[in-house]
C-alpha cells in the first residue's frame, strides 16, 4: 500500500523560498505521475504542479516562474521548489498520485510579513 509523507513547509516572509519534499513508500516508477495541490483557508484544493516519468512537468498559471518540481528516484521523493512567495501562496500543501487514488496529510505554508 503506497503511502505519501509531506514535510518542509512553515512561515516565510514574501519575496522568500520554501522546499516541499513528497517522499513515497514505493518507488516513483511505480507511481508514474506524482501532483502537487493546494487548499488555502476556506476556498477549494486546487493543482499546482505535476511530474511524471516520462514527459516535461506541468505547472498553474499562477506558479509558472516561481515554482519548480523535481524528483529524486533514490529518495522515492518529489520536491516543489518554491520561489518569490506572495501571501496568495498560504495554503496547505498535498501530495497526490491518481494511480492509488492516495492523498497525503499536507503540509502548511504561510506567507506573512
Known amino acids: 500500500q503506497v503511502r505519501l509523507v509531506e514535510s518542509g513547509g512553515g512561515l516565510v516572509q514574501p519575496g522568500g523560498s520554501l522546499r516541499l519534499s513528497c517522499e513515497a513508500s514505493?518507488?516513483?516508477?511505480?507511481?508514474?505521475?506524482i501532483r502537487w495541490y493546494r487548499q488555502p483557508p476556506g476556498k477549494e484544493r486546487d493543482f499546482v504542479a505535476s511530474?511524471?516519468?516520462?514527459?516535461?512537468?506541468n505547472y498553474a498559471d499562477s506558479v509558472k516562474g516561481r515554482f519548480t518540481i523535481s524528483r529524486d528516484h533514490a529518495k522515492n521523493t518529489v520536491y516543489l521548489q518554491m520561489n518569490s512567495l506572495k501571501p496568495e501562496d498560504t495554503a496547505v500543501y498535498y501530495c497526490?498520485?491518481?494511480?492509488?487514488?492516495?492523498w497525503g496529510q499536507g503540509t502548511q505554508v504561510t506567507v506573512s510579513s
Open positions: 511530474i511524471r516519468n516520462v514527459g516535461s512537468p
Open positions: 497526490y498520485t491518481a494511480r492509488y487514488d492516495y
Open positions: 514505493v518507488s516513483l516508477f511505480s507511481i508514474d505521475t
